[in-house]
């Protein structure tokens, strides 16, 4: 993961709490190249937490991740998606997203 684990944080790299962890995290001196937040596990353990897939229709928490990871992170800061069956919400999805 790129930084020492800590038990109440990290628990079999299933994270329950992103922004707490994006907040203890070390940016900076540490071998952190990039964050890449994933918004494309489909799988029902984190579906049914509002996790991965999830994300996708909830644009409000997403630009809040992006955008309180992005102003304390020294590296860049990425998220992947699903390819989406609607290519116009899929591009309203990514330009509303899209900083910098």
Request: glycine share 8%; proline share 4%.
């Amino acid at each position: 993961m790129g930084v020492a684990s800590d038990s109440s944080l990290y628990k079999d790299k299933v994270i329950m709490a992103p922004m707490v962890r994006a907040g203890r995290t070390p940016l900076s001196g540490t071998d952190v190249a990039a964050i890449d937040v994933n918004m494309g596990c489909p799988k029902s353990f984190s579906i049914h937490c509002g996790m991965g897939a999830a994300l996708l229709t909830k644009v409000d928490k997403i630009k809040e991740i992006l955008t309180s990871l992005t102003a304390v992170a020294q590296v860049p800061v990425s998220c992947k998606i699903r390819v989406l069956d609607d290519l116009e919400f899929k591009a309203r999805l990514i330009s509303g997203l899209t900083v910098g």
